[in-house]
């Protein structure tokens, strides 16, 4: 089976930073594109940052200039680095990827468990 885990979530004040990572792990052939995406309490899961496995990246309006998404092949993993947050920030922060698997003829969509970030004032 192929998984993703995030990690690095927690409770941090505002105007502070935090670096969020996601491993993937199992089966894997290749690795597309890689993405975080947050889901706040009561609102609809929203798109933060991709990026692709050259390093192309795109950003929500709503955090650009503020985060850096980022990866590592050789490793597997996306990291989220997370600057001057604000409490609009607080959400669960999912990590996404396609990947394909030595199982699959093709790319799937995998979602991460999520990881939650608290911003507090």
């Known amino acids: 089976q192929v998984q993703l885990v995030e990690s690095g979530g927690g409770l941090v004040q505002a105007g502070g930073s935090r670096r969020l990572s996601c491993a993937a792990s199992?089966?894997?052939?290749?690795?597309?594109?890689m993405g975080w995406y947050r889901q706040a309490p009561g609102k609809q899961r929203e798109l933060v940052a991709t990026i692709t496995r050259s390093s192309t990246t795109k950003y929500a309006d709503s955090v650009q200039g503020r985060f850096t998404i980022s990866r590592d092949n050789a490793k597997n993993t996306v990291y989220l680095q997370m600057n001057s947050l604000k409490p609009d920030d607080t959400a669960v922060y999912y990590c996404?990827?396609?990947?394909?698997?030595?199982?699959?003829?093709?790319?799937?969509?995998?979602w991460g468990q999520g990881t939650l970030v608290t911003v507090s004032s």
């Open positions: 199992g089966s894997i052939f290749n690795i597309n594109t």
């Open positions: 996404n990827a396609e990947i394909r698997s030595w199982s699959s003829v093709g790319y799937l969509e995998v």
